[in-house]
């Protein structure tokens, strides 16, 4: 069996929960492996960051998401609202804060010791709930879904933007 792994980049804006279409990049992927037949994992490793795969709808908002995206981003405020202050979630507690002012890169973190620039609990909670990774059918060197299905990546932390890591990896024959 072979394994065929890439990194690639993505950058989210930190306004509001980022959306990236990572398709052709999977697919790219999966036809420089040179594997035909087996699974193809796509992971993020960070913790406010989530994989899913759904359908392109072609229609965007006013913010440039689809509209399956702005539908997602208004059932998940509804069940996990954005964290805006520090009593709305236990997250972080003191020994969180204690251990990011400790951190050599403290400043990218805290920026000017605003400890509001960690209230992303709620970033947290819904990157747990959708899931950090998908496992695609890898299907004659292509990427076994349909034509309207769509891998995408999404970093739902609001407190500034950042470049993001996305991994994929392909096994088979």
């Given amino acids: 069996m072979a394994v065929y792994k890439e990194t690639i980049e993505v950058k989210s804006h930190g306004k509001t929960p980022t959306y990236i279409d990572i398709t052709k990049d999977v697919r790219r992927v999966i036809e420089e492996s ?14 406010t960051c989530s994989v899913f795969f759904e359908e392109f709808c072609h229609d965007y908002n006013e913010d440039g998401d689809e509209f399956l995206q702005e539908d997602l981003n208004n059932v998940l405020a509804k069940i996990i ?9 236990v997250y972080p507690g003191e020994e969180h804060y204690k251990a990011v002012e400790s951190w050599p890169n403290a400043e990218d973190y805290l920026p000017g010791g605003d400890r509001t620039a960690l209230f992303n609990g709620d970033a947290h909670l819904k990157s747990t ?7 695609f059918e890898v ?22 933007p950042r ?11």
Wanted: charged share 25%; aromatic share 8%; glycine share 12%.
């Fill in 81 to 89: 609202p954005d964290h805006v202050s520090k009593d709305q979630y």
């Fill in 163 to 173: 470049t993001r890591k996305c991994k994929i990896v392909v096994l088979g024959e």
């Fill in 34 to 47: 040179g594997i035909k037949n087996g699974i193809c994992a796509v992971i993020s490793p960070h913790t």
């Fill in 129 to 135: 709930l959708l899931g950090s990774s998908e496992t």
């Fill in 139 to 160: 299907d004659n060197g292509k990427l076994g879904v349909g034509t309207t299905g769509y891998v995408y990546f999404a970093d739902f932390d609001r407190t500034r």
